[in-house]
């Protein structure tokens, strides 16, 4: 049988990693509710959050009282400084799954549910459809099919004819409109996607490489003759620009990348 102070430290244990649940609980609700900018701020610096600018959201940094929206690298430039923001969410986009499906306030929800009744896309992200697809309201034949899950993340994959996967809703775009907007919206989560898989890949290989060039400039400073010196030298010019994890991908439909060129 245990003893009564084994039985306590338990209990008290378990009160504690309670304690730490509740609070990680809050925390995570706080970083999923809008806040309205003549509120608060947000507190730290290069702070990645989400906005609500001009009636569409935006992934932004936040930096020394600026709003920067995300340009797809790490490096803060000013023209990239964005104003009009009415609201943020604390949420880190680059690591959370979290993705809000609405903007603030009773209007933009009531909005979103309504659309989700009406079978409609169910999307507030920024239009950004090619011009030469008028002003998209034209009809579809063949219908993109878009599933969305529980975080927000929009794939595609089946026809519009089969079930949803459990854990999706099943979006069926009825013209150009709809079709570009849920395309977007999947870009830009590709982008956060790839953004996380680069920076993990600089943080591995990115130290690797450092390794090698600091023993290959001791190689080359060590050198017995001339022939093994340039021979370094050759090697530390070749590799200098050898970033395999820089590299970009975009996923498209087939009609808008034949528009694009692609």
């Given at each position: 049988?245990?003893?009564?102070?084994?039985?306590?430290?338990?209990?008290?244990?378990l009160?504690?990693?309670?304690?730490?649940?509740?609070?990680?609980?809050i925390?995570a609700?706080?970083?999923?509710?809008?806040?309205?900018?003549?509120?608060?701020?947000?507190e730290?610096?290069?702070?990645?959050?989400?906005?609500?600018?001009?009636?569409?959201?935006?992934?932004?940094?936040?930096?020394?009282?600026?709003?920067?929206?995300?340009?797809?690298?790490?490096?803060?430039?000013?023209?990239?400084?964005?104003?009009?923001?009415?609201?943020?969410?604390?949420?880190?986009?680059?690591?959370?799954?979290?993705s809000?499906?609405?903007?603030?306030?009773?209007?933009?929800?009531?909005?979103?549910?309504?659309?989700?009744?009406?079978?409609?896309?169910?999307?507030?992200?920024?239009?950004?459809?090619?011009?030469?697809?008028?002003?998209?309201?034209?009809?579809?034949?063949?219908?993109?099919?878009?599933?969305?899950?529980?975080?927000?993340?929009?794939?595609?994959?089946?026809?519009?004819?089969?079930?949803?996967?459990?854990?999706?809703?099943?979006?069926?775009?009825?013209?150009?409109?709809?079709?570009?907007?849920?395309?977007?919206?999947?870009?830009?989560?590709?982008?956060?996607?790839?953004?996380?898989?680069?920076?993990?890949r600089?943080?591995?290989?990115?130290a690797?490489q450092?390794?090698?060039r600091?023993?290959?400039?001791n190689?080359?400073?060590?050198?017995?003759?001339?022939?093994?010196?340039?021979?370094?030298?050759?090697?530390?010019?070749?590799?200098?620009?050898?970033?395999?994890?820089?590299?970009?991908?975009?996923?498209?439909?087939?009609?808008?990348?034949?528009?694009?060129?692609?």
């Amino acid at each position: 049988m245990p003893s009564t102070d084994r039985i306590q430290t338990l209990q008290a244990e378990l009160a504690a990693l309670k304690r730490e649940s509740k609070e990680q609980a809050i925390a995570a609700k706080k970083e999923q509710q809008w806040v309205s900018v003549k509120k608060r701020l947000p507190e730290n610096e290069d702070q990645r959050v989400i906005v609500w600018r001009e009636d569409h959201i935006e992934l932004c940094w936040f930096s020394k009282g600026k709003w920067y929206t995300y340009n797809g690298s790490f490096f803060l430039e000013e023209k990239d400084v964005i104003d009009g923001v009415s609201h943020w969410l604390g949420t880190d986009w680059m690591h959370s799954k979290y993705s809000p499906s609405y903007g603030p306030g009773i209007k933009n929800f009531l909005r979103y549910y309504w659309h989700r009744l009406t079978d409609k896309a169910s999307d507030v992200a920024y239009d950004l459809r090619p011009k030469s697809w008028s002003k998209g309201n034209a009809q579809l034949s063949q219908k993109p099919t878009f599933y969305q899950d529980r975080y927000g993340k929009v794939v595609t994959g089946l026809p519009e004819d089969r079930p949803a996967p459990r854990g999706f809703q099943k979006i069926v775009c009825n013209n150009v409109f709809e079709a570009e907007k849920l395309s977007e919206l999947q870009r830009r989560q590709e982008r956060i996607e790839h953004g996380k898989i680069k920076e993990d890949r600089e943080q591995i290989e990115g130290a690797a490489q450092k390794a090698w060039r600091s023993n290959a400039h001791n190689l080359m400073a060590n050198a017995r003759n001339q022939v093994n010196r340039d021979f370094m030298e050759a090697a530390l010019a070749r590799n200098a620009e050898h970033r395999p994890w820089e590299y970009s991908r975009e996923s498209y439909l087939h009609s808008e990348g034949h528009e694009s060129g692609h």
